[in-house]
């Protein structure tokens, strides 16, 4: 059974990178597309962005192009890169397994990232 | 501000059953066919209940089932159980950036 591997909690202070990995145990990473989503304290979830089977892609407009998603096959580790961080990037950041139907079949538990001023 | 829209809470009683809404505003939505509800619980994983707005991944229980009419779709669980309290999410895919959306998420009291 596919488990993604996260936890832990990140502090950073603003204008800072985060840095994250996801760790895909019993299956492959290949074939799919992986996503992260984000879920600010007190608050609905919001699509962050995901890199497909090609390598290529996508994020959220709203996050300015300050996001790199990126994958390490050998290794099975998707990885997140936020640039220049500010309090409203606190959430709990979740990597999830995206399907062929746009849905999220398989979710990581998150990692909770704080950012202070 | 989410683009779409759910009902913020929700209370039913064991054994009853209840539908929560997801409203999308665009045609886009009416007319998708990726619709996908969550289940988010504290300190566990989301997991995806429903996708394809009407179908159950292997696993998930009858109770819980998925329909759309227009620009809303629907969730409803029946026979509601003490540990269906949880936060609910829809979801969808557009065409558009960004690709995929959430609801504001519903939060579901089994009283």
């Known amino acids: 059974q596919v488990q993604l591997n996260q936890g832990g909690t990140r502090i950073l202070k603003s204008s800072e990178t985060l840095s994250l990995t996801c760790g895909v145990s019993g299956g492959s990473l290949s074939g799919y597309t992986w996503s992260w989503i984000r879920q600010p304290p007190g608050r609905g979830l919001e699509w962050v962005g995901d890199i497909d089977q090609g390598g290529s892609t996508n994020s959220n407009p709203s996050l300015k192009s300050r996001v790199i998603i990126s994958v390490d096959p050998s290794k099975k580790q998707v990885f997140l890169n936020l640039s220049f961080m500010t309090a409203a990037d606190t959430a709990l950041y979740y990597c999830?397994?995206?399907?062929?139907?746009?849905?999220?079949?398989?979710w990581g538990k998150g990692t909770t990232v704080t950012v202070s001023s | 501000q989410s683009a779409l829209t759910q009902p913020a809470s929700l209370s039913a009683s064991p054994g009853q059953s209840i539908t929560i809404s997801c409203t999308g505003a665009s045609t886009d939505f009416g007319t998708s066919k990726f619709v996908s509800w969550y289940q988010l619980l504290p300190d566990k994983a989301p997991q995806l209940l429903i996708y394809d707005v009407t179908e159950r991944p292997s696993g998930i229980s009858s109770r819980f089932s998925g329909s759309k009419s227009g620009n809303t779709a629907s969730l409803t669980i029946s026979g509601l159980q003490a540990d269906d309290e949880a936060d609910y999410y829809c979801s969808s895919y557009r065409s558009n950036n960004p690709f995929i959306v959430f609801g504001g998420g519903t939060k579901l009291t089994v009283l």
């Open positions: 999830a397994r995206v399907v062929d139907n746009y849905s999220m079949d398989v």
